[in-house]
């Protein structure tokens, strides 16, 4: 299978204008990890409405930023970045300015995500022009 290094795919979520949520867990069998991609999941036109990229950052199984697979070492260089310890779960959400803007070591629920995206600066920006028609 094709992968791309996450510094690749990062670049190209950011190329693009978009929020990013990174969620970094053991692997898909994490209870943490289930209980937040079964809370945003279900919330499509949510994220889309907020240009949200989701990123699953796995110790074992594959890794992906939005669509794009990420190697494994990737996504271990990635675990160090934001100085994740081995078995930890950790949801990290990146505004649009690249910035770090929400840092839980439990699942966070879509609900409380999207009012924090809300409150961004270039969100409300956002919203003003969707609302002028722009």
């Not at 959400?93 to 070591?105: A, H, P, Q, V």
């Amino acid at each position: 299978m094709w992968t791309k290094s996450a510094d690749a795919a990062c670049r190209g979520a950011c190329a693009s204008k978009s929020r990013l949520l990174l969620v970094f867990a053991p692997s898909v069998r994490h209870s943490d990890y289930k209980k937040q991609m079964r809370a945003i999941m279900g919330e499509a036109t949510g994220i889309a409405d907020r240009d949200l990229v989701i990123g699953e950052l796995l110790e074992k199984g594959m890794s992906r930023i939005g669509d794009v697979p990420i190697d494994p070492v990737s996504a271990a260089l990635m675990r160090g970045n934001f100085c994740i310890d081995s078995g930890d779960f950790v949801v990290v959400l990146i505004g649009k300015d690249g910035t770090e803007r929400m840092w839980s070591e439990w699942p966070v629920p879509a609900h409380e995500l999207f009012s924090l995206i809300d409150t961004m600066p270039l969100r409300q920006r956002e919203l003003e022009e969707r609302s002028a028609g722009g």
